[in-house]
């Protein structure tokens, strides 16, 4: 190929990646023009002679807030706003706390004491971002405070006017928090807790959609294609998310269908109910493969029993995930766990009938128990 | 108790957490001593009056990016600080480009041309992060590109003067992520590669002592203590922080034991294979609950074998662990594994003589293979 051809190449895979990720999440491309549109109303306040007189080169400040707290989420917002806003009033009113007792020890113990000050709260402030507590929810705002505070302590030191100047900053950050906010809740709001509540809706789908997918597959029914086998895997590694949209969604105010004190919590519990789940799927997995070979006479003895087990499991699975999303109780997962619950009985008294093991059936039953306390988690969800 | 008691078990609690936070890594202290003295030291820099002059306001650029590009790893610093010196440089030159431009419309259309410009870029910009790729190793370069292009183009509207005012934030920002980098690699450094190398070890070793004391607890042995079979827990959930320090690592210059392109992608391959491992183990404990009662006399017919598999795998991943703190060949791992896979055959000769399933025995044939591989890996990477 030429280089022409090469770099067109190259274009067309940018392009193709950029529609690829705007179409996975259309809200996206959204987020993006909110982004703009906040940045746009602020700089046109800038833009306005008189606003921008009464607050000269402060008025940046706005700007950098908006660049700053800007997150995809409502929740995120809200949190960061309400984070740097405190972190600000705080650290500001100590930094005129510390000028006043710098003062105090005269023209030449002024830049000691307030390096001294300014050594031991920024050591202390950092230390505090170790805690695993501090570090979810307040992270961001000690950045802000120890910030806020060199600044003030520094600047202070030359130029004097720190009130006038702090006032500024205060009414400027609020300015730009006020805009973000306002933007993300009104223009197609994306909440933490309704991502949250769809995040782990959607896993317990993912596992009902495996089940279903390995009794087709395991007993070699062949309607179903091998995607569904691969939807699980995402489950294992969504710890991470999943802490951090529940942490997100305590800042939100009540919306759709959630309160204000929304349990979240027990969405996290019900996430990791979901992960350990998944372990077991994926242990399961592993006997799909081709290369173990098996006596097919006696498989066929647990058959019964195992395809009403796994479809039982999988049926629950996805009652309990769509009376999440209608946020009804599921009374209909109940009759497919005790359904499964008696086939896993019929299994065992095949099992003492037939003498060999095997192992793939075995493997199911920890997924049923699962499952039967899955539901009962979701009960006290709803 | 009173209310004085209660506030003096308050501080108590509170002491004793701030204690253990640093104890459980005392470098967690240092660090936070290191922020103060980078911070002391820009401060220092502001308050010495000749160069003050030269910098005027722009100095405090230095000490805000003191406090938010000091980061805990070494690879953290420097990602952050090139993201945020090359972004701002980037910003700027566009900055100056968009205003020349908008200098060409005329006195009206100048703030309508900078709007629209500021409002394509701030969105373009924002769904960038959206990309995973960008997001691992850019996100703060984009956001720091966002920022710096909005404080041009607003800020210049007005001062005119954007070409000096560009030199000193640049030289500022110099300034302090040059202090930042200088501080964090002279003074006790916490490399993220050495990290990422000591985290996949440890993770391994963690798998190596449950096995070590499932053997012990299954077999009623009882010389081991339970705490062991909890340190698997935490191997589950180690995909995000793998991958940071990863993504970090990659930053790094060479240090230690480790070149300049170390691969670090191979940590991350083997610490995914160490986490498949993990959530096997994790099905495996399921059977060691007490409520499942199982023949007492079958279970001695399969105990020699089983011994035999769990202890040598548990050597061979020890082997494996400790020849990686070393950095050599895992020679002493080759034959561990050869003797569980002699005892895998010897399960299967015990099971096929004997009728009735053990479904325990059977989940740690895939242990077993999993060390294997986890062998296999290990060679590609030393």
């Known amino acids: 190929m030429d280089s022409g051809g090469f770099f067109k190449s190259n274009v067309m895979n940018v392009a193709k990646s950029i529609k690829k990720t705007g179409k996975d999440d259309p809200r996206r491309v959204i987020h993006s023009l909110k982004v703009g549109l906040a940045l746009t109303l602020v700089s046109l306040f800038y833009y306005s002679r008189p606003l921008y007189d009464g607050f000269g080169v402060a008025g940046m400040w706005a700007v950098l807030t908006v660049v700053v707290v800007f997150e995809?989420?409502?929740?995120?917002?809200?949190?960061?706003?309400?984070?740097?806003?405190?972190?600000?009033?705080?650290?500001?009113?100590?930094?005129?706390?510390?000028?006043?007792?710098?003062?105090?020890?005269?023209?030449?113990?002024?830049?000691?004491?307030?390096?001294?000050?300014?050594?031991?709260?920024?050591?202390?402030?950092?230390f505090l971002r170790f805690f695993p507590r501090i570090k979810a929810r307040y992270d961001y705002g000690v950045v802000i405070f120890i910030l806020t505070f060199s600044l003030v302590t520094v600047s202070g030191f030359r130029v004097n006017e720190i009130l006038e100047l702090a006032e500024q900053r205060l009414l400027?950050?609020?300015?730009?928090?006020?805009?973000?906010?306002?933007?993300?809740?009104?223009?197609?709001?994306?909440?933490?807790?309704q991502e949250l509540h769809n995040l782990v809706a959607s896993n317990i789908q993912k596992l009902a959609n495996y089940l279903e997918g390995f009794q087709a597959e395991y007993f070699q029914d062949k309607q179903k294609s091998k995607s569904s086998l691969q939807g699980y895997k995402s489950v294992l590694g969504s710890k991470a998310s999943e802490e951090s949209l529940g942490n997100l969604a305590r800042w939100e105010?009540?919306?759709?269908?959630?309160?204000?004190?929304?349990?979240?919590?027990?969405?996290?519990?019900?996430?990791?109910?979901?992960?350990e789940c998944a372990y077991k799927i994926e242990t399961l997995n592993t006997y799909l493969n081709p290369e173990i070979q098996e006596c097919m006479e006696l498989r066929c003895k647990f058959e019964e029993p195992c395809k009403i087990m796994s479809s039982e499991s999988s049926k629950a699975l996805k009652a309990i995930s769509s009376s999440m999303k209608t946020m009804t109780a599921p009374s209909a997962a109940k009759c497919h766990i005790e359904n499964s619950k008696t086939a896993t009985k019929l299994l065992k008294v095949a099992l003492e009938t037939i003498s060999l093991e095997d192992a793939q059936l075995i493997a199911i039953i920890p997924v049923v128990t699962i499952a039967s306390i899955l539901e009962e988690i979701t009960k006290t969800v709803e």
């Open 72 to 126: 995809f989420t409502v929740g995120g917002t809200l949190s960061k706003g309400l984070n740097r806003g405190c972190a600000t009033l705080l650290a500001g009113a100590l930094g005129v706390g510390a000028q006043h007792l710098a003062i105090a020890f005269g023209k030449k113990g002024e830049p000691i004491v307030l390096g001294a000050l300014l050594f031991i709260l920024a050591a202390g402030a950092t």
């Open 172 to 193: 400027t950050i609020l300015i730009g928090g006020a805009t973000c906010m306002v933007v993300s809740i009104l223009v197609c709001p994306v909440w933490a807790g």
């Open 253 to 275: 105010p009540g919306h759709g269908a959630f309160r204000l004190r929304h349990p979240w919590k027990q969405y996290l519990k019900l996430g990791a109910l979901a992960r």
